[in-house]
């Protein structure tokens, strides 16, 4: 199992999956954060691997599951007194079934002891919009997320593309090696969307890993959403989530999926949606307009954070999304590109923003990066094998449109061509959101 992996290599920042050695990319990260924040908050989705980096990072300190009955009944009898005079760090797995109450004496007790490294509370909900906790911490709390594993640490490479997006100049676009290389078909692409990222079930076969996912998703269902929100309809959420995952990388227009489903009313579907959201099951991508962009739409993209997920709960294969007809294909490719990107950053302390574009005369970006000081990283998802013209015009439309704020566009294909059709525009397979070298045999080449 894999929560037992810090048991077998306490001296590595690892856990396994399938005799498969799997590095955390964020422990690091945390670490750093542990030694000068008093309060670290861990959250992501259940599975994710939350509790196994926990007990990690505990040290010498005490690690507290509220998932165990005895100690969850302790934490809402006196919670004060749950936290008095235990070993620091103070790990506490699960934190929101504690509710308020503990949260407020997580504060007292590092208001009275501010030193660094007191406490690290993980959580399976989003811990700022959790309906039973008001209790925020700020200015005593950082906030990560880990989500489940990215391509990145299942395939054990240094670095993500994305890190070495952030590290290149224009001078480096302009110096981008020419020495052809082949990449994965598609079908293998299609088997890596399939298989997601959930450390239990990437090793599983497609069977064994649909069982795992209808399992978890009646456990976030039934325990956790109810658990924390009263909902009276749980039943409806597991087909209000596949209505999601058919809509992934699509914007998000409520009525409509309020129609469709039939709720009770539209602020159940509202409410709904967000308890979706809290669980880390789904992601909002908000629309992204600048003052030279005054046509833009604001409306939010719907993306499924796991396409293992997506998949099973669609009961979709690798083998029918590789055929010429299939509708789904672009959307959970795309959606595959955006996890994938989010799951890289989470693993770097660089403030990155996170949006998609789409304005009234139908240009539209799949993903935009805003950086720290402004500048853009764009890119188009295509499941194609073929790279064309139309791929990168609103790439050069967006370049030409905010200058030096430009930073990369990206267009990520099925294929097996590295090309840079224009200025600071790069067509790269898919691979290379993984691959050690990910710029190599890059070529200048107008699209044809």
């Given at each position: 199992m894999i929560d037992s992996c810090e048991q077998l290599f306490s001296l590595e920042d690892v856990c396994m999956v399938e005799h498969v050695v799997v590095k955390r990319k964020i422990e690091p990260?945390?670490?750093?954060?542990?030694?000068?924040?008093?309060?670290?908050?861990?959250?992501?989705?259940?599975?994710?691997?939350?509790?196994?980096?926990?007990?990690?990072?505990?040290?010498?300190?005490?690690?507290?599951?509220?998932?165990?009955?005895?100690?969850?009944?302790?934490?809402?009898?006196?919670?004060?007194?749950?936290?008095?005079?235990?070993?620091?760090?103070?790990?506490?797995?699960?934190?929101?079934?504690?509710?308020?109450?503990?949260?407020?004496?997580?504060?007292?007790?590092?208001?009275?002891?501010?030193?660094?490294?007191?406490?690290?509370?993980?959580?399976?909900?989003?811990?700022?919009?959790?309906?039973?906790?008001?209790?925020?911490l700020a200015g005593r709390a950082v906030f990560f997320e880990l989500a489940p594993f990215s391509q990145v640490e299942i395939?054990?490479?240094?670095?993500?593309?994305?890190?070495?997006?952030?590290?290149m100049t224009h001078e480096d676009h302009a110096g981008l090696p020419r020495t052809p290389k082949i990449e994965l078909t598609r079908n293998q692409y299609a088997q890596r969307v399939c298989r997601g990222g959930y450390p239990e079930a990437v090793g599983l076969n497609n069977t064994d890993r649909w069982l795992w996912f209808n399992s978890y998703v009646h456990t976030t269902v039934t325990r956790d959403i109810v658990e924390l929100t009263g909902a009276r309809r749980y039943t409806e959420l597991p087909r209000l989530l596949r209505a999601a995952a058919a809509r992934t990388s699509s914007e998000l227009i409520k009525q409509e999926l309020h129609r469709d489903l039939e709720f009770?009313?539209?602020?159940?579907?509202?409410?709904?949606?967000?308890?979706?959201?809290?669980?880390?099951?789904?992601?909002?991508?908000?629309?992204?307009?600048?003052?030279?962009?005054?046509?833009?739409?604001r409306r939010a993209k719907l993306h499924v954070t796991d396409t293992g997920l997506a998949t099973a709960i669609l009961g979709v294969t690798a083998e029918s999304l590789n055929t010429p007809e299939s509708a789904t294909r672009g959307p959970l490719f795309e959606s595959f590109v955006v996890n994938e990107l989010r799951r890289q950053?989470?693993?770097?302390?660089?403030?990155?923003?996170?949006?998609?574009?789409?304005?009234?005369?139908?240009?539209?970006?799949?993903?935009?990066?805003?950086?720290?000081?402004?500048?853009?990283?764009?890119?188009?998802?295509?499941?194609?094998?073929?790279?064309?013209?139309?791929?990168?015009?609103?790439?050069?439309?967006?370049?030409?449109?905010?200058?030096?704020?430009?930073?990369?566009?990206?267009?990520?294909?099925?294929?097996?061509?590295?090309?840079?059709?224009?200025?600071?525009?790069?067509?790269?397979?898919?691979?290379?959101?993984?691959?050690?070298?990910?710029?190599?045999?890059?070529?200048?080449?107008p699209l044809q």
């Amino acid at each position: 199992m894999i929560d037992s992996c810090e048991q077998l290599f306490s001296l590595e920042d690892v856990c396994m999956v399938e005799h498969v050695v799997v590095k955390r990319k964020i422990e690091p990260v945390l670490r750093r954060a542990l030694g000068t924040f008093r309060v670290v908050v861990l959250q992501g989705p259940r599975q994710s691997g939350k509790t196994t980096l926990a007990r990690r990072m505990v040290g010498g300190g005490t690690f507290l599951s509220l998932d165990e009955p005895t100690l969850l009944a302790l934490a809402l009898d006196d919670p004060v007194g749950f936290l008095h005079d235990r070993p620091r760090p103070v790990v506490i797995d699960e934190v929101q079934r504690g509710g308020d109450e503990l949260v407020r004496a997580v504060k007292l007790a590092v208001d009275s002891d501010p030193s660094s490294g007191a406490f690290l509370l993980t959580g399976s909900t989003s811990f700022l919009t959790v309906p039973v906790l008001s209790e925020s911490l700020a200015g005593r709390a950082v906030f990560f997320e880990l989500a489940p594993f990215s391509q990145v640490e299942i395939e054990d490479t240094a670095d993500g593309l994305l890190k070495r997006l952030l590290s290149m100049t224009h001078e480096d676009h302009a110096g981008l090696p020419r020495t052809p290389k082949i990449e994965l078909t598609r079908n293998q692409y299609a088997q890596r969307v399939c298989r997601g990222g959930y450390p239990e079930a990437v090793g599983l076969n497609n069977t064994d890993r649909w069982l795992w996912f209808n399992s978890y998703v009646h456990t976030t269902v039934t325990r956790d959403i109810v658990e924390l929100t009263g909902a009276r309809r749980y039943t409806e959420l597991p087909r209000l989530l596949r209505a999601a995952a058919a809509r992934t990388s699509s914007e998000l227009i409520k009525q409509e999926l309020h129609r469709d489903l039939e709720f009770g009313s539209i602020d159940t579907t509202n409410d709904y949606l967000s308890y979706l959201e809290m669980t880390y099951l789904i992601a909002l991508l908000p629309g992204w307009a600048t003052g030279t962009a005054t046509r833009a739409k604001r409306r939010a993209k719907l993306h499924v954070t796991d396409t293992g997920l997506a998949t099973a709960i669609l009961g979709v294969t690798a083998e029918s999304l590789n055929t010429p007809e299939s509708a789904t294909r672009g959307p959970l490719f795309e959606s595959f590109v955006v996890n994938e990107l989010r799951r890289q950053a989470s693993a770097l302390t660089t403030g990155l923003r996170f949006y998609h574009y789409h304005d009234s005369r139908g240009r539209e970006i799949d993903l935009l990066i805003e950086r720290p000081d402004g500048r853009i990283i764009a890119v188009e998802v295509k499941a194609s094998l073929t790279v064309r013209p139309a791929d990168a015009k609103w790439l050069v439309w967006l370049r030409d449109l905010i200058g030096d704020r430009f930073d990369t566009g990206l267009i990520l294909h099925a294929g097996s061509h590295r090309l840079k059709p224009s200025d600071r525009i790069l067509a790269l397979p898919l691979s290379c959101l993984w691959q050690p070298q990910p710029f190599q045999g890059v070529a200048d080449c107008p699209l044809q």
